[in-house]
């Protein structure tokens, strides 16, 4: 089993910056595929980022590529999300996911959720 607790979520002004962290538990981390996503009020849940096992890939939406970046320490079974130029419309709870294919978890669909860390960009 893998459980994720994410941090660092707040309140921002626009342009700002957050960097988002997903602590991983069960000695397993390394072995997973590592995601982000968020869902903003009345909207769905929308990939955000993710992150091969090996850190040799990284995979991101096209409405955050050059804003954000994501990255992981497996020594320390963390992955994160540095989110620069924060914009309103970033504002959204995000949660943290884990699955062993990568491919599945960029379609949505994972095998491990954390809680989430709420997001806010003020304008």
């Known amino acids: 089993q893998v459980q994720l607790v994410e941090s660092g979520g707040g309140v921002v002004q626009a342009g700002g910056s957050l960097r988002l962290s997903c602590v991983g538990s069960g000695r397993t981390f390394s072995n997973y595929h590592m995601g982000w996503f968020r869902q903003a009020p009345g909207k769905e849940r929308e990939f955000v980022a993710s992150i091969t096992w090996s850190s040799n890939s990284r995979y991101y939406a096209d409405s955050v590529k050059g804003r954000f970046t994501i990255s992981r320490d497996n020594a320390k079974n963390t992955v994160y999300l540095q989110m620069n130029s924060l914009k309103p419309e970033d504002t959204a709870v995000y949660y943290c996911?884990?699955?062993?294919?990568?491919?599945?978890?960029?379609?949505?669909?994972?095998?491990?959720w954390g809680q989430g860390t709420q997001v806010t960009v003020s304008s």
């Open positions: 996911a884990a699955d062993i294919n990568g491919s599945k978890l960029r379609g949505g669909r994972s095998d491990y």
